[in-house]
């Protein structure tokens, strides 16, 4: 489990997160949501240990974040393309060396459901082909907890479809995802934790399998009851 305790980060007067505190489980996917701004962004960058938080604290199955938990997250950040002037091959090879945990046959696997060749240069890929190759980076490192900073922003729905049924397929019950997006309608299906963010705090959480069957309410229904009174 990642238990998030009463963590505070400011950015010189920006208070991007303030006292938040919230647990994620094993063998789940959580979703963080928010709209532009709230600090989902600098949520994971704490868990990951990108960022030096400036009051509480972050434990990893009970280990405060150490070399001893390194291997234990992966980090898939919101940019464009890791390694753009390598091969796929390359960039595989490069992983390799720095993750012990590294999966080959995974990331070819991967590489092969989303019909991409290895010799193709990063920098050379569609925005939709770059972002499978970040996900199955991500994914090959075969943490037990990975974190996907906005995984599917300009990518379409059908590609993001795809996404949802590759990262399903490959986690196992001890492994856990944590996806970030204030794009609500696409992670429906497989979400199994709701944290919402709002300026810096929670606002509120749920289960969302719970929420549909004693409410029967999608995780839509749910947010616009809270945000909107319905
Ligand atoms: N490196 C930084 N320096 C200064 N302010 C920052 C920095 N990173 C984030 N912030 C500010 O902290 C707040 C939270 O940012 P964060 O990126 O975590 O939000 P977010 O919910 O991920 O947003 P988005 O959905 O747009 O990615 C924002 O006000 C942002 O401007």
């Keep these: 489990m990642i238990e998030v305790k009463n963590v505070v980060k400011k950015y010189k007067k920006i208070k991007a997160l303030d006292d938040i505190s919230f647990n994620i489980k094993e063998g789940k996917i959580t979703c963080i949501l928010g709209i532009n701004g709230v600090g989902k962004s600098t949520t994971l960058k704490a868990i990951a240990g990108l960022i030096r938080v400036d009051k509480g604290e972050i434990l990893i199955d009970n280990e405060k974040l150490s070399s001893k938990t390194y291997n234990k997250l992966a980090f898939v950040p919101d940019i464009d393309s890791y390694f753009p002037q390598l091969t796929i091959k ?11 945990n590294w999966d080959d046959e995974k990331a070819y696997e991967m590489l092969e459901i989303f019909n991409l060749s290895d010799d193709r240069l990063i920098s050379s890929l569609s925005k939709g082909n770059k972002a499978r190759v970040k996900i199955i980076l991500g994914f090959a490192q075969n943490a037990k907890y990975t974190l996907l900073d906005e995984p599917f922003s300009g990518i379409d729905i059908f590609k993001r479809e795809e996404f949802i049924g590759v990262m399903a397929k490959y986690m196992n019950d001890e492994q856990s995802i944590v996806i970030t997006t204030h794009e609500i309608a696409e992670i429906e299906m497989i979400v199994d934790d709701v944290i919402v963010i709002d300026n810096g705090k929670i606002a509120f959480e749920f289960n969302a399998e719970e929420t549909r069957e ?14 909107r009174g319905e």
Aim: no cysteine.
């Design 90 to 100: 390359e960039s595989f090879e490069f992983m390799k060396e720095f993750y012990v």
């Design 214 to 227: 004693n409410e029967g309410k999608s995780i839509i229904d749910k947010m616009r009851e809270v945000y």
